[in-house]
């Protein structure tokens, strides 16, 4: 008797089917569970800053005060009804007493030395207050002030959103823009 010989599958023939079977999977699962899963993760990172955001946005509606909001606008008011313009050289002296007319504290005031020049061309400024006060600040210096510009202004919260820390300089004179054209200071 002649023994036939078995072919013998290197994976055997009902390994093949399950391998087959499992291949198939890990393809759904890279080609159509993958990137449906990134997506849910990437709307809920998305939820999840939005509620963060909402979250401050109720901190800030709990601390809002009408009246004081009031106060902040009849100040703004008179203070445009003053507006006595001045010249951008008498600025750096009424910094600090502006922002104490606002309300804010002036943590730290210094000039600044562009490109080694002997005179200062600005000033470097750090400010305290809570955000109606910084914004009728920056208004008044707005309507007072009108060559005197803010560059690199940073806001910082402290004492749970309370009080907003400006950190910024104050610039005198053209200022260039991205284009590298000079904006005259009149406009």
């Not at 939820?47 to 946005?57: C, D, E, S, V």
């Not at 009849?74 to 002296?93: F, H, K, T, V």
């Not at 002030?145 to 004492?159: A, F, I, N, Q, S």
């Amino acid at each position: 008797m002649a023994e036939k010989k078995r072919r013998v599958l290197p994976l055997g023939g009902r390994n093949l089917r399950g391998l087959g079977l499992c291949l198939g999977l890990f393809l759904l699962w890279i080609c159509l569970l993958l990137p449906l899963g990134r997506d849910i993760l990437d709307r809920n990172r998305q939820n999840g800053a939005m509620r963060n955001r909402i979250r401050q946005l109720a901190v800030f509606a709990g601390q809002w005060d009408p009246e004081k909001s009031g106060e902040e606008k009849r100040r703004l008011d008179r203070y445009a009804r003053e507006n006595r313009q001045q010249s951008p050289e008498a600025w750096a002296g009424c910094l600090e007493t502006e922002a104490a007319r606002s309300g804010l504290q002036v943590l730290r005031l210094a000039p600044l030395n562009p490109e080694g020049k002997a005179l200062p061309s600005g000033l470097e400024a750090d400010l305290e207050g809570s955000f109606p006060q910084l914004f009728t600040f920056f208004r008044q210096w707005e309507t007072r002030y009108p060559g005197v510009y803010t560059r690199d202004g940073r806001l910082e919260t402290r004492e749970r959103g309370k009080k907003v820390l400006f950190h910024g300089k104050f610039i005198t004179g053209p200022v260039k823009s991205s284009k590298s054209r000079e904006i005259p200071s009149s406009y």
